[in-house]
């Protein structure tokens, strides 16, 4: 496991942006790194993940609006967001997978941040 710190998050009105950091300690960063999210009274919900070999992927949901990328020398990865909308609103996980190929099943994932609050107004 490695440990995930997360920052970025805030409140934001609608079609404004916000770019969350998630820096990783601990173990080794050669994992695919990912961006989950958990609106109240919903489920954890799959983001964005970046493999350790830089392919990336999207929840149908954001795709266009957000764009994840991960910089292997600094052990960090980022979720930049943009056109955010009310319904973006939620806590942002980060989540470290137990392999360098990108999955979007979160029980592929042992290691999770503490969570960062985003919130967009209308």
């Known amino acids: 496991q490695v440990q995930l710190v997360e920052s970025g998050g805030g409140l934001v009105q609608a079609g404004g942006s916000l770019k969350l950091s998630c820096a990783a300690s601990?173990?080794?960063?050669?994992?695919?790194m990912a961006w989950f999210r958990q609106a109240p009274g919903k489920e954890r919900d799959f983001v964005a993940v970046?493999?350790?070999?830089?392919?990336?992927y999207y929840a149908d949901s954001v795709k266009g609006r957000f764009t994840i990328s991960r910089v292997n020398a600094r052990n960090t990865v980022y979720l930049e967001m943009n056109s955010l909308k009310p319904e973006d609103t939620a806590v942002y996980y980060c989540?470290?997978?137990?392999?360098?190929?990108?999955?979007?099943?979160?029980?592929?994932?042992?290691?999770w941040g503490q969570g960062t609050q985003v919130t967009v107004s209308s």
């Open positions: 989540a470290a997978a137990i392999r360098p190929a990108g999955t979007v099943n979160s029980a592929d994932y042992d290691s």
């Open positions: 970046a493999s350790w070999y830089g392919n990336t």
């Open positions: 601990g173990g080794t960063f050669r994992r695919a």
